[in-house]
């Protein structure tokens, strides 16, 4: 196998485990989702297809915001990195294809179907989710569910999964391109210039587009998929919370790294340092966790995410490790300031 299977390949894990919930007729779980006797979650269909679908919408965003933060958009069509992006991203396929056989989650005819027709967001993927997922829903009342619609699930994650990370491995090879063409502090200075930039307009790709577009509108959507998306790629554990005066600190742990176990196979088979890479992972991650905490949290406190410990960037680290810090506030302030960022002034 080309890519990590603990880092790299959850997904499979996920619906080899939604396959056996059908052959139990467990339905509803196989939609719903449900928790795991070892801790881990297993999301259900409509969270992972919408999950998936939104990183697809991230990693895009990610790779075009590293371009630009260098300089560089006209590497969206450099031959020699568009050609090992190409490359890496067969390796994954190929690592997809044998995942499937040997979990018995598709056919492996299947993914050479996805891959003849193409890994990109089709343009009516919102329309289709939706009406998959009302027609679940009626399958669900009745106790049945058409197994074309059960394939069509499949398929929509499988088609996801593969292109989210053919952008992934794109960003990637751009940031070895990066590195490679002119040195370890090109690729962090391009980082930093669009930190501020990407931790909003992901913030708005997210919020305000695709998730309400995929079916994620209320709040209570949102935190479903917020607490119970993760575990479609991660194994994720909750720290111990501590109190330092008026401080809450919550740490949340994650086991694996998708995005690591990606860039560290990129600078391999680039022949560059271990970990010279994870900076244009990590700093964005760390703003995209700011901007979700100062939109989820209410205004009576002040929250501060950063990252502590990390599988991209550090040679000691067995998981990544991130800190939310909560103070007592009126941060009504906040909370206008990201309804104006996110959504839009608000008129009156």
């Not at 930039?197 to 998929?225: C, H, N, Q, R, Y």
Request: glycine content about 8%.
């Amino acid at each position: 196998m080309h890519f990590d299977e603990y880092h790299n390949h959850k997904w499979a894990r996920n619906l080899k485990h939604a396959r056996q919930l059908l052959a139990e007729g467990r339905l509803a779980e196989f939609y719903h989702g449900e928790d795991l006797p070892d801790g881990d979650v297993y999301p259900g269909m409509r969270v992972m297809a919408a999950y998936w679908t939104s990183v697809e919408h991230e990693m895009k965003l990610r790779r075009r915001t590293l371009l630009a933060g260098a300089g560089h958009l006209e590497w969206e069509s450099d031959p020699e990195l568009a050609a090992q992006a190409k490359e890496f991203h067969g390796r994954y396929v190929d690592d997809m294809r044998e995942l499937v056989i040997r979990d018995g989650i598709v056919p492996p005819e299947r993914i050479d179907r996805l891959a003849e027709a193409g890994w990109e967001t089709p343009a009516d993927w919102a329309e289709a989710m939706r009406a998959r997922q009302q027609a679940s829903l009626a399958g669900l009342e009745v106790g049945q569910l058409d197994s074309e619609l059960v394939e069509a699930w499949f398929d929509s994650c499988l088609r996801a999964v593969g292109n989210y990370n053919r952008y992934l491995i794109w960003g990637g090879v751009n940031a070895a391109g990066l590195v490679r063409r002119e040195g370890p502090e090109a690729l962090r200075n391009a980082v930093d210039a669009m930190a501020e930039t990407f931790m909003w307009d992901i913030s708005k790709e997210f919020f305000a587009t695709v998730l309400p577009a995929a079916g994620f509108e209320d709040i209570g959507d949102l935190m479903e998929l917020g607490l119970r998306g993760m575990y479609a790629d991660q194994y994720y554990c909750k720290g111990e919370d501590r109190e330092e005066g008026e401080k809450t600190i919550r740490t949340s742990i994650l086991k694996n790294c998708e995005l690591a176990g990606i860039y560290r196979r990129v600078e391999a088979w680039n022949g560059l340092p271990p970990f010279s890479l994870g900076y244009g992972i990590c700093r964005f991650d760390e703003v995209h966790g700011q901007a979700t905490m100062m939109i989820t949290m209410p205004p009576m406190v002040s929250p501060q995410y950063r990252l502590v410990k990390s599988l991209a960037m550090h040679a000691d680290a067995t998981e990544c490790i991130f800190e939310l810090t909560t103070v007592p506030a009126d941060d009504m302030d906040r909370i206008l300031m990201v309804q104006e960022k996110v959504f839009g002034a608000v008129e009156e």
